[in-house]
């Protein structure tokens, strides 16, 4: 970091005259000065702009490979029989070893070289990429039909109707009750590997956003240091909509491309059975992050302060607002001079402390600036958005798939097109709301209040778009009950079925789904070829009215054609949501003591993840186990469920998502309140009779005023 003292002419040529003497004396014997290599062959790497192109990309990278798992995580559950409390406990694990190391990072800040700590946490994150993927390597191909022999083409005779007198005897179907040790540890060996590459995703992320941030700060001049961040910014944003976008194009694949079985699969991508590629775009966006973290190591641990101004944006400040940018560029000349002010702030006493030290002064920072109510409440209501944003993020693809019966592929579309663009649009529009209004903390809070507010009337119609689960042969619809063989109809006694297969089939005249061919009563099965890809009917059928022919898969959704209107108002919802970023932010920014401000910033992020973005996945998912109706079972334990009551998950899942944003509209309202009281006991402490006080109060405010309307 450059210095902060000196006069204020010097300010912007001391950080070059000491990496020029970095430079020029490095490895010289006497540490004389030498002409500076800089100077004769000037160096990419030593471009502040460049760097904010580097971590631009790598953000955006890391971003798209840490949302990855989210837009697949139906996928994953499918593949590895997960619950969906396991798989959001897996979605949410990175921010475990992020969390445990961010406090440190004010203490590292200015004593690492940081272009190279954020290039070893980038080669953490693409370790972490491949080890997701190690899973499918791993393991055995995936069978979607759970009852056919190895040597047999899945999907063929193992799920149709055999009467028990010509049923086999000597090699029946596999059950869940014969599964071997090695099965049972293979499971816990990809469970194992995929909770430690989260781990390490969250550990590898840690070094990138903090001290590149910084890095730019220290470096870039003082009128383009908000211009490349906000570049930043907007680049990074980008990373959740690439990432669901990537997940809908490899979702169309099938799992086992690399080792397709000879006869091939009569899967199409809208049967509920169907795994996609997930692995594939963990590889894909792991080589990405290592591309975009190759520059890293090339950079100087300090470069020169960026000299001069950007020309379009002097310009452009010229034209618009003189006097607020000389005020600008004289607060930025004075900020050196007031650095012995600064002193008392845990960010500008960190390098003078040991760890031991920081580790005992961090504590009661943390709840000196938790005392202060503004600070506590604006926190609390983004722990209930980003609780809001964390359940919706993991579990939406799964919801649209199920609510709607749209595939994972369409769900992750809508979202990476749909809701992440919108979302990016709330946030520009509640800067831009801030910068050109000249928002003061009163207008913020209002401005915050109605985001909440309209955020929440938008989610109301939610809990009525949508329809029940049609009827499934054999099963109640009551969560947690499970199908016995007395339950399913009579016609499929005289058959043999195995009561832990899923191969759905659906009599649409009727609108009953089955659970395969067998508990339909169905004998015979045919293939009608297509041009793309053959469907799979099968005949014959004693429980549906005419013998079928019955297809392949499951019941459509009565209400597939709400997909989209629900989609749009939960866009629009992202979006005014994410209006109340900007404006949030800022009153954390005017409500704490300068000195506290890095810090408190730091707090912020840090109890996001520990009460958010870490429990909200757990609890989102504990909510859809809860209405679960039928759960398929491997080796004796309960594994992925296959049917849900969409009723209670429509009302479990939008409620939750409504509990959270009426938490934080509750905290907007009472910051509101709070201010204005501040407002009226400081008009109060104004009317002092004294006269000459008010007309000194009255003349440090009107110079007062050009500064506090920049802020």
Request: neutral net charge; proline residues 7%.
């Amino acid at each position: 970091m450059g210095p902060r003292i000196g006069p204020i002419g010097e300010e912007l040529q001391v950080p070059d005259k000491d990496t020029k003497a970095m430079v020029g004396t490095e490895d010289t014997p006497g540490g004389k000065a030498r002409p500076n290599p800089q100077d004769l062959r000037p160096s990419v790497f030593h471009s502040i702009k460049f760097f904010v192109l580097c971590h631009s990309l790598l953000q955006l990278a890391q971003l798209m490979i840490s949302g990855y798992l989210k837009s697949s995580i139906s996928t994953v559950e499918k593949r590895f029989g997960l619950s969906s409390q396991t798989s959001g406990l897996l979605a949410a694990f990175n921010e475990v070893g992020n969390t445990a190391l961010i406090v440190f990072v004010s203490y590292f800040g200015s004593r690492v070289h940081r272009p190279r700590l954020i290039g070893y946490g980038a080669v953490l994150v693409t370790l972490a990429g491949v080890l997701m993927a190690v899973p499918h390597f791993i393991s055995e191909p995936y069978h979607y039909d759970h009852t056919s022999p190895a040597d047999m083409p899945q999907d063929f005779e193992a799920s149709l109707c055999v009467p028990t007198t010509e049923a086999p005897t000597s090699a029946p179907a596999p059950s869940n009750s014969s599964c071997s040790g090695y099965t049972e540890v293979q499971h816990l060996a990809v469970v194992g590997i995929m909770f430690t590459a989260q781990t390490l995703l969250g550990v590898g992320g840690v070094p990138i956003q903090p001290f590149g941030i910084s890095y730019i700060d220290d470096f870039a001049h003082n009128s383009n240091s908000p211009l490349y961040l906000g570049i930043l910014f907007a680049v990074t944003m980008m990373g959740p909509g690439m990432a669901y976008g990537l997940g809908s194009l490899m979702l169309c694949l099938y799992v086992d491309m690399d080792r397709m079985p000879e006869g091939g699969i009569s899967l199409t991508s809208k049967d509920p059975r169907w795994v996609g590629a997930w692995w594939l775009g963990f590889l894909i966006s792991a080589g990405t992050v290592a591309l975009a973290a190759t520059p890293y190591f090339f950079f100087p641990k300090e470069m020169p302060k960026e000299k001069r101004e950007l020309r379009f944006r002097r310009k452009a400040l010229a034209v618009s607002d003189p006097p607020v940018s000389k005020g600008e560029d004289a607060s930025s000349e004075r900020s050196p001079g007031e650095s012995p002010e600064k002193k008392d702030g845990l960010a500008q006493i960190a390098p003078d402390l040991t760890v031991i030290q920081f580790i005992k002064v961090f504590p009661r920072v943390m709840l000196r600036t938790l005392r202060h109510p503004i600070f506590l409440l604006v926190v609390l209501s983004q722990v209930c958005m980003s609780s809001m944003v964390a359940g919706m993020a993991t579990f939406l693809p799964k919801f649209l798939e199920r609510q709607f019966s749209v595939t994972a592929s369409y769900a992750n579309l809508l979202i990476g097109c749909l809701t992440i663009p919108l979302a990016i649009v709330g946030i520009v529009v509640g800067g831009i709301l801030v910068k050109r209004l000249r928002l003061g903390p009163m207008h913020c809070g209002t401005l915050c209040l109605l985001g909440a507010l309209f955020c929440l009337l938008l989610s109301t119609p939610l809990f009525f778009m949508g329809c029940s689960t049609h009827q499934i042969a054999g099963i109640n619809h009551q969560p947690g009950a499970q199908p016995g063989l007395e339950l399913f109809p009579g016609c499929t006694e005289p058959c043999s079925c195995p009561s832990d297969d899923f191969n759905p089939v659906c009599d649409s005249s009727a609108r009953v789904e089955y659970l395969t061919p067998c508990h339909a009563g169905c004998r015979n099965r045919v293939v009608h070829e297509a041009p793309d890809k053959g469907q799979v009917f099968y005949t014959n059928c004693s429980c549906v009215v005419g013998g079928g022919p019955v297809p392949a898969g499951s019941c459509d959704s009565a209400c597939s054609h709400l997909v989209l209107p629900f989609m749009v108002l939960v866009s629009l919802g992202a979006a005014l949501a994410s209006v109340t970023h900007t404006p949030s932010f800022m009153l954390i920014l005017r409500g704490v003591k300068k000195e506290d401000k890095t810090l408190a910033v730091g707090i912020q992020f840090m109890l996001l993840r520990v009460l958010a973005w870490m429990p909200s996945p757990v609890i989102h998912g504990s909510a859809i186990d809860t209405t679960c109706v039928y759960w398929a079972q491997s080796c004796g334990r309960r594994a992925v469920c296959h049917y849900y009551d969409h009723d209670l998950l429509r009302n479990r899942f939008i409620g939750l998502q409504f509990f959270f944003k009426t938490g934080s509209l509750a905290c907007f309202a009472l910051i509101l309140a709070i201010l204005r009281q501040q407002d009226k006991e400081e008009g109060t402490k104004a009317t002092i009779p004294n006269l000459g006080l008010q007309q000194q109060l009255l003349a440090s405010g009107a110079k007062k005023e050009p500064e506090e309307s920049r802020v």
